[in-house]
């Protein structure tokens, strides 16, 4: 019922920017805790940031500080800020919704809504 599509990534040099947005197909996107998870082949999927009450947020250690999260609410649509890129960050990075009340969970299980994925690469 709720359909989430991501755009906006691609390959760029480390050190440099990138922004990922996610769009959301239902009028009710401003009740729902949104968040952007990354994955890597062999590993698991891993929470980056996540947004609640329209403007709260929840970031991963490791991205603290380099990325932000930002919620549109008119627009409908969901954006990863990313900032001084590093080779580690490569990975399909999918944007997620949750259609009850999670919070600013980062934990995969607490999300019911899922897009397809974009591929992030940062090359040394």
């Known amino acids: 019922q709720v359909q989430l599509m991501e755009s906006g990534g691609g390959s760029v040099q480390a050190g440099g920017s990138l922004r990922l947005s996610c769009d959301a197909s239902?009028?009710?996107?401003?009740?729902?805790?949104m968040a952007w998870f990354r994955q890597v082949p062999g590993k698991e999927r891993e929470g980056v940031a996540s947004?609640?009450?329209?403007?709260?947020?929840t970031y991963a250690d490791s991205v603290k500080g380099r990325f932000t999260i930002s919620k549109d609410n008119a627009e409908n649509t969901l954006a990863l800020q990313m900032n001084s890129l590093k080779p580690e960050d490569s990975a399909m990075y999918y944007c997620?919704?949750?259609?009850?009340?999670?919070?600013?969970?980062?934990?995969?299980?607490?999300?019911?809504?899922w897009g397809q994925g974009t591929q992030v690469t940062a090359s040394s």
């Open positions: 947004v609640c009450y329209g403007r709260l947020t």
């Open positions: 997620a919704a949750s259609s009850f009340w999670a919070g600013c969970s980062l934990t995969p299980s607490d999300y019911d809504y």
């Open positions: 239902t009028d009710k996107y401003s009740g729902f805790s």
